[in-house]
């Protein structure tokens, strides 16, 4: 470790990883079962058994990863990583308007630009501690500009590879500054000093939550082409946001550009728009399944049988699970179950995903919806070296018999010994590094305090206002 510290700014670094287990993510190669993966600088240069015999080690730190898995980091296509400080504070949420009410409409409102940061910071820690390595922070309590940037500089100072889509607060005052803050946005941050920064614009596919400014539109799709930057749109869900993806469809509104999240309940012919356009999905299994947004099952056979492969998000921990593990987990099971269920007492053969599915959405097919499929993804050469390296021989993995059932159904934070961004070390012998923990829990803790009371204050006034 001192080793790759020592070296930590040198843009020409080498690091050559020798003898581990490579899954690559990558359909040109595939797994490797004793290879090795060569890093220099911010990107992965080769991918090949027995580099060292071809005189990669010379001027490199070498790691030797016998026993270990390697695995390109996983992609979060979908978390609203300013309410981290509130995890769990509602876990048997039963419905969309119970949280909506609860957070967005109760707490968001007397949030301060620190709780921003705190809450993003929080999320994106926790975030390479679970091996996600590009986390998509859909922003949509931004009441202020300075709001807006502490939730990017937050990602900023992770060393996370972070997305920033940003959107204007459902309820509550506030400046009315988004959608043309953007602009300041990116000219601050999105020009070239942060390379690790993905700016994108994000909106409601319907006016039905919190109104017209919010949805999807004409207006929107404006902003973000004059602005080169893509979309996301959350709460895709049921009649009514079939019939907005139709009507954008035939405006020209949908491109490969554009995201679209959670996606259930949506007719036949949204989901053939959505496929002629090239417009990519974001599922998040646990929200759909465990809230019960629309019918409540992640829609993974609507999105195959029309040719997406999505990728896959967190969406909010306020009543989730933070990690990557549970979204593919969750995922593969209630695919699977689903897929027998529907054959059982007919001769038909159920289809069935597979871990080896769920991996990619999870890493290249996140990328690919984020924007970053030429960056991303997979351990190709000539991509940026975002990768895990994984324990193959704690007590919960071993033996290892298959990589990919390893990554998917074996494994946990826990056994991720190492994170890399861009080439940079960001968790090393199973601890993210750089991180302060008293003085974290300390921030989380009295800003979480802050929103609680302050949202209650606000709460008993307005009742004595009625009254």
Request: glycine residues 8%.
């Amino acid at each position: 470790m001192d080793a790759l510290n020592n070296q930590s700014g040198d843009p020409d670094r080498r690091v050559l990883i020798t003898g581990a287990t490579v899954v690559t993510m990558d359909p040109a190669l595939g797994v490797l079962a004793r290879a090795d993966v060569l890093i220099e600088g911010d990107v992965i240069r080769a991918v090949a058994t027995d580099l060292i015999s071809q005189g990669a080690a010379e001027n490199a730190v070498v790691i030797d990863a016998k026993g270990f898995i390697l695995s390109p980091g996983f992609v979060d296509t979908h978390r609203h990583a300013w309410e981290a400080q509130l995890r769990r504070l509602m876990p048997d949420v039963n419905d969309l308007g119970a949280y909506v009410m609860t957070t967005l409409a109760g707490l968001a409102p007397v949030y301060r630009p620190q709780d921003m940061y705190v809450g993003t910071r929080l999320a994106a820690l926790t975030a390479i501690d679970n091996g996600i390595t590009c986390m998509l922070d859909f922003s949509h309590n931004s009441r202020t500009p300075a709001h807006s940037d502490q939730a990017v500089q937050a990602l900023i100072d992770t060393g996370i590879r972070g997305v920033h889509a940003s959107m204007g607060p459902h309820f509550g005052d506030w400046d009315r500054q988004w959608p043309g803050d953007l602009t300041r946005l990116h000219d601050r941050y999105f020009t070239g000093d942060h390379p690790l920064l993905t700016l994108r614009l994000a909106a409601l596919a319907t006016d039905e939550i919190a109104g017209p400014d919010l949805a999807y539109g004409p207006q929107l799709a404006r902003t973000a082409a004059e602005l080169g930057i893509g979309v996301s749109i959350d709460a895709v869900l049921g009649a009514t946001s079939s019939a907005a993806v139709l009507r954008w469809a035939e405006e020209g509104l949908l491109t490969p550009q554009v995201t679209l999240i959670h996606c259930t309940g949506l007719t036949p012919q949204a989901w053939q728009a959505m496929a002629d356009t090239g417009s990519t999905v974001s599922l998040a299994p646990t929200s759909d399944a465990q809230i019960g947004l629309d019918s409540a099952i992640p829609a993974i056979d609507e999105a195959l049988a029309v040719g997406i492969r999505p990728g896959l998000g967190i969406d909010v921990e306020v009543a989730l699970a933070s990690d990557m593990f549970t979204q593919m987990r969750a995922l593969h099971t209630i695919q699977r179950m689903r897929a027998v269920n529907a054959a059982h007492g007919t001769p038909d053969q159920p289809h069935r995903i597979s871990t080896h599915d769920v991996l990619d959405f999870a890493t290249l097919q996140g990328a690919k919806t984020n924007g970053l499929g030429e960056t991303t993804g997979s351990l190709t050469p000539g991509k940026q070296a975002d990768l895990l390296i994984i324990d193959a021989e704690d007590l919960n993995t071993m033996p290892l018999n298959d990589a990919v059932g390893t990554v998917v159904l074996g494994s946990d934070p826990r056994n991720i010994a190492a994170v890399f961004i861009a080439g940079q070390v960001r968790k090393w012998n199973g601890q993210v590094l750089g991180v302060d923990l008293p003085a974290l829990r300390r921030a989380v803790t009295e800003s979480r305090d802050h929103v609680v009371s302050a949202a209650a204050a606000q709460a008993q006034a307005q009742a004595q206002a009625q009254n």
